[in-house]
């Protein structure tokens, strides 16, 4: 249900309305909750059209597809029905196309395959891309028919995930220049809830993506602000009229958006867990190793201990298949040995010391956020399918579990929100699925990228939740790999904060005793009722600040939507048609 807040603002900005103008049909037949934040987004998109592109970038869980959803239907609207959407894997389509289902009245054609394909050309129109429709597509089917694709002279572009195509700059990433070849001068929306994944030049490879006169050259921009922190004000300044972001926390006076409570779990391996990783770091130290005779000490350190840190079962499969390798290399029998070693030690470990306290956080945390109000639900990321199917033996007999890793089968994502427990994921299912149904968010592997340790959490931590979310990590102190990980994590959150403000914190909350955390947390956390408590009272206590917002992001949508009135060229399927009659257009599309 609508808050009376978003009651409130709909009626006012439809009513202000003359006939013609009275709806984007894509709008006023949805029952989405339109923020204001989210009108102000779509605006920064529209108001310039004559810049090639902006980034939205608002945190993770925000509502960004639905600001593209806005600027796609107001384009299309204006008769600018070339439109293609473009999604780095089918996880993502899925979600869209789910979403523009359930709220949009935009019509769209899905291509991501032959027999697609070929459902949507015919002798007259040879080109699938070619539609009087948005075309959803993979940024693979796009590049691998890049002549088609190209061909089409596209009014809009959107690329979901758009950190993917940071590198396009570079001379060897052939997909992202695809893509910027395929958008050609089309005006292009990118959409990434972090665009500093890794370093600076993330954004500007963003930048350029959009266009490359906006920036200075790689060598001047990479001496001005790489590793700069005293510039990063100038260059927020530059990318300003580009980038649009919203934080959560400048949101919080007017949508509901729960806390976040971390927890890092700082456990002590057992003593052959030990053991393990010393023999493995007395490998990494030999000067030559014929299993990796070109691999950099540094890389083998994080790769290999690494690996150990997310389980046994992880690096006991790598182990098997380094002396598989080896018995195809001649004279290795000293390496050999050492790695058989290695196995007979890992062999031994019977289970883990951090799989041990997952059993206790998931026990004590289930107890917590059940008196909470939350359902009892927990999503568990790994990096490692080898410690995934671990975990899965390990759970399934005790909580109803479910194990995804990809591809397009999504019955196991449904069957968790109804009805499970436990979703043990890599971290394809941290892209794309809205789990708001789950409050418990676990960190099993820790990771390098700030942004997927981001998007992981913000699967439950978004617009949607109503608890607190509990956000567990976990960590080996002792263990390189680790240590190295999670100074990585804060460096780049650090580079993000400088350019585009605070955002909140993936991991915190140190402890090596849960049991303590968790009453700690006891105190902290809210129920479902308080949640809403709260939040009922902010909206109070800023009723007239939100009024005002809603005076200005009124003025704001009601100059775009002043374009869709009769005298600017519309589609012709959409002209004079009612409301029931798109409706019913839109179910037959």
């Not at 708001?436 to 676990?442: D, H």
Request: hydrophobic share 40%; net charge neutral.
């Amino acid at each position: 249900m609508q808050t009376p807040f978003h009651v409130y603002y709909t009626a006012r900005m439809l009513e202000c309305l003359s006939d013609e103008d009275r709806f984007i049909p894509v709008f006023a037949s949805s029952n989405i909750e339109i923020y204001p934040f989210q009108i102000a987004a779509a605006s920064f998109a529209l108001r310039c059209p004559y810049q090639k592109g902006v980034v939205l970038c608002d945190e993770a869980g925000m509502g960004k597809s639905h600001e593209a959803m806005l600027i796609m239907a107001q384009k299309w609207l204006d008769g600018k029905i070339r439109i293609l959407l473009a999604v780095p894997n089918a996880d993502l389509l899925f979600q869209w196309v789910e979403m523009i289902d359930r709220y949009y009245t935009v019509p769209y054609v899905v291509l991501t395959n032959r027999d697609q394909w070929n459902e949507n050309s015919s002798d007259e129109n040879l080109n699938a891309f070619e539609q009087n429709a948005i075309v959803i597509t993979t940024y693979d089917f796009a590049t691998d028919n890049k002549a088609a694709s190209a061909a089409v002279k596209w009014d809009l572009t959107v690329f979901e995930e758009a950190n993917a195509l940071s590198p396009v700059y570079q001379e060897g990433n052939k997909q992202a220049k695809a893509l910027k070849h395929i958008a050609g001068d089309s005006f292009k929306l990118l959409l990434t809830g972090t665009p500093i994944e890794k370093n600076i030049m993330d954004l500007y490879g963003l930048i350029w993506f959009i266009d490359e006169t906006i920036l200075p050259g790689e060598k001047e921009f990479l001496a001005r602000y790489l590793r700069k922190p005293e510039n990063y004000p100038e260059l927020a300044e530059r990318v300003s009229k580009y980038c649009f972001r919203t934080l959560r926390s400048q949101a919080k006076g007017y949508a509901k958006v729960p806390q976040r409570i971390l927890i890092t779990c700082e456990y002590t391996p057992t003593p052959k867990e030990r053991e393990l990783y010393d023999l493995l770091v007395a490998y990494i130290n030999i000067p030559n190793k014929l299993a990796f005779p070109e691999m950099d000490q540094y890389d083998l350190a994080l790769r290999l201990l690494g690996l150990q840190s997310s389980s046994t079962a992880a690096i006991l499969h790598t182990i098997k298949g380094i002396i598989k390798r080896l018995e195809a290399v001649p004279d290795t029998h000293d390496e050999f040995a050492e790695w058989q070693q290695i196995q007979a030690v890992a062999e031994s470990i019977r289970q883990d010391a951090k799989a041990k306290k997952l059993f206790a956080a998931l026990q004590s945390g289930f107890a917590l956020i059940k008196k909470c109000g939350a359902n009892k639900k927990a999503v568990i990321f790994t990096e490692s399918v080898e410690t995934q199917k671990m975990l899965y033996e390990l759970l399934s007999g005790k909580y109803k579990a479910f194990q995804y890793n990809g591809g397009t089968d999504y019955s196991v994502i449904r069957q968790f929100k109804t009805d499970g427990e436990v979703l043990i994921s890599t971290d394809n299912g941290a892209k794309g699925f809205n789990l708001e149904e789950a409050a418990f968010v676990i960190h099993y592997d820790l990771l390098y990228n700030t942004l997927k340790m981001e998007q992981r959490i913000d699967r439950c931590h978004r617009l949607g939740q109503g608890n607190d979310v509990i956000s567990l990590a976990f960590i080996d102190k002792n263990n390189f790999s680790d240590v190295r990980k999670l100074e990585l994590v804060n460096k780049r959150m650090l580079v993000t904060d400088g350019v585009f403000g605070v955002s909140d914190e993936v991991v915190g909350g140190f402890t090596d005793d849960l049991d303590s955390a968790f009453e700690v947390i006891a105190q902290r956390i809210r129920t479902k009722a308080q949640v809403e408590s709260d939040y009922q009272r902010t909206l109070a206590a800023r009723e007239d600040e939100n009024k005002q917002l809603i005076a200005d992001c009124q003025v704001k949508c009601n100059t775009e939507l002043k374009k869709t009135s009769k005298g600017v060229l519309q589609p012709r399927h959409l002209r004079g048609r009612k409301l029931s009659e798109l409706m019913k257009l839109c179910t037959a599309s």
